[in-house]
């Protein structure tokens, strides 16, 4: 027994509603994604920048928003890397940026499977849109 023209009509809307909210959460988890790629850019610049300093420099120290201490590099050859649960570990400037390296390939994929996912679904959420136009 086949569905009526309205059940049809419901359970297209139903699925174009769903479309759209699925597509509403991806983008905002690619706005994210863009938000942490920056950073991740930035981080790898300011680490070569860091890298071309010696011992002895007096440097800023950002606490906050704007908030600076000056303080006196001593060993600029060392970073202290959190790896989570509150342990800190010494790294090589070349080990740091070698992470934050990765991280920012690995979002770079990320990025690009969200954005061909959320193409997918607008292009579904299109066909749905031009039958429910048609009915």
Do not use: C, W
């Amino acid at each position: 027994m086949s569905k009526s023209p309205s059940e049809n009509t419901q359970k297209k809307m139903l699925e174009y509603q769903l479309l759209d909210h699925n597509i509403k959460q991806l983008k905002e988890q690619l706005e994210m994604a863009d938000t942490q790629l920056v950073d991740a850019m930035g981080t790898l610049q300011s680490l070569d920048e860091f890298s071309k300093l010696e011992g002895g420099e007096e440097v800023l120290v950002p606490f906050n928003n704007g908030i600076f201490a000056k303080a006196t590099l001593h060993r600029p050859e060392k970073l202290l890397l959190n790896v989570g649960a509150g342990v800190v570990v010494d790294r090589s400037v070349a080990d740091a940026r070698a992470l934050v390296a990765k991280q920012k390939d690995e979002l770079q994929e990320f990025r690009v499977a969200l954005a061909q996912n959320i193409d997918k679904l607008v292009s579904r959420a299109a066909e749905l849109e031009k039958e429910l136009s048609d009915v």
